[in-house]
Each structure stands twice: as C-alpha cells, then as structure tokens.
C-alpha cells in the first residue's frame, strides 16, 4: 500500500514534467511533491516509512535490469555479428555467389535477428559502435600491404597514380551529380560521394563531408557487389591482357568486393587490386574533401 502511494507520486511528478515540458526529472518533482507534504503535516512519516525503507534497502534490485540490458546489448550483438560474418564467409568459400558474400550475406542475417528480436538500430550500434572504432585501425594496418608492394608502385607509379585520380575524381563527381539530379537532401549527396572506396575510407570520408557514415556504408556495400559483377561480365567483353588492368578494373570499380573476386583470377591480380583499392581510398581522403567543397558551392 504504501509503495502504492510512492510509485503514484513518482509518476504524478513525472506527468507534471512531461505536461509542463519542464527540464526537471518527474521523479525529482515527486520526492519535492512528498518533501512538502511532509514538512506541512499534510502527509505524516508513518504513512510512507515502511515502503520507503524497503524501497531504498532493495534499490539495487532495480538496477538490475538496467545493467542486465548493458551486458546483453555489449556481448550478444557483437557475437551474433563475429557469427553472421562467420557464416558468411564460409559459405561464400565454398559457393562464391555474390548473395553469400559477407557484405550482403552478414548483414542480411543480423536485420533478420533483429526483427525477430524486434530490436531497432540503436540497440545493435549500442553494443557493437566498439567494432566500427576498430575501422581507425584497419586504414592504419594498411601500410603493410602499401609496403609490400613497394616495388609493383615504383614501376607503375605514373599509370596508378593518374589512374587512381582520374578514377576517384570521376567517381566522386559523378556521384555528386547523380544525387543532384535526383534533388537528393545535402547530407544524403555528401553520404554518397565517398561510395566508391573501400568501408573504413568512406565512413571517414563521409563524416568530415557531413554526411551519414551508416548510409554511406550501404552505398559502399551496394557499389562493391554490383562492381564485382558487372567487373566479372567487362572481364570477358573486354581485351584486358596485363594483369595490371585487370586487378586495377576490380580495385577501382568494386574495392573490396573487387579484390576479393580479382583474386579468384590469378594471385597477382588479387594483389593489384588490393593495391589499387589502397591507394584510391589515400586518394580520396586527400581530393574528394576539396572536390565536394567546389561543387557544393
């Protein structure tokens, strides 16, 4: 009974709050509520002692699913995604369709979990926003690769450097223009410049142009799956005899998507590839900054 009487002037004082859109906590204003009473003679010690006490003596009890919820938003979300992208991968090893890649495969059975779960964005990102740091590390784990193949850039450093800036100028401009003639809203455009470099480029990319990372991303994962399968049909129409124009076909068209199909081509293919996807999302963190600025103004 006289929890009762508590919880109702905790949620009167929460109704007060929310119809007066006053910057005070209901709770706040339901304890000022019975520190009134009480000091007025109104409301005697006796009627509220009991509940209060036992309230404030099991207050840890309500905790409880609070934290609760913290640790299953930290471990579960990130397990199911190491888990999706597991199960991606390897059926992707041994089918190689492009549905099973794990750029779409992945994220297909997390939105999946998380309607059955009837879980919303917020949810997943408030227990796996660690995985999306660890894109800072990936850019920097690429001066191995950048390194390795020191000797491949020294002898077609002009051909890749004038192709990977024609190609990331054209890509973003064409971006840029194709999101204008659909009178899309300034953050969506910006969102989808960056869409031809590999994830952790554009994510970075897209937040100093002030776009949305998280839609980026899903212009990158669309850019890269439709690259790789169209790059597959230009494959075979085209007269692509170097190795070089062929990895440098996937590197820049699909980014990684593209590595990864370019390396079912030839080992030497996948490397350039790799090589071009590199040093096309340098490029872009260098140009597409000072190329959105000029188009946007």
Known sequence: MQIGVIASFAWAGQALAQWGNLPVPGSV?????VLLLLASG????NHIR??????????????????????????FWPLATVMAYVCARAVYRRRGYWWSSTL???????????????????????????????????????????YQERALIRRY????????????????????????????????????VP?????????????????????????VIVTGVLGALMGQTLHRWLPLRSSLARGALFGMGAHGAG???ARELAAEE????????????????????????????
């Open 42 to 45: 109104v409301m005697r010690v």
């Open 157 to 192: 450093w002009p051909i890749l450097l004038v192709g990977v800036t024609v190609g990331s100028t054209i890509a973003g401009v064409s971006a840029w223009l194709l999101a204008s003639w659909l009178d899309l809203p300034a953050e969506v455009r910006m969102s989808l």
């Open 270 to 297: 996948g490397s350039i590839a790799g090589l071009v996807m590199v040093l096309a999302g340098l490029s872009n963190v260098l140009i597409t900054p000072g190329v959105a600025y000029l188009l946007a103004s």
């Open 195 to 219: 869409r031809s470099v590999a994830t952790p480029f554009a994510m970075t990319l897209s937040s100093k142009l002030g776009g949305v990372p998280d839609l980026t991303a899903v212009f």
């Open 259 to 261: 590595a990864a199909k």
């Open 104 to 146: 779409v495969m992945a994220p297909a059975l997390l939105l999946a979990l998380a309607l059955c779960l009837h879980a919303g964005y917020a949810d997943y990102m408030r227990g796996s926003h660690w995985l999306m740091a660890m894109l800072s590390p990936v850019i920097v784990s690429f001066a191995l690769p950048l």
């Open 29 to 33: 204003l339901g304890l000022t509520m």
């Open 50 to 75: 009991r509940g209060a006490s036992w309230l404030l003596a099991e207050m840890l009890l309500f905790f409880v699913p609070a934290v609760l919820a913290d640790v299953v938003a930290l471990v």
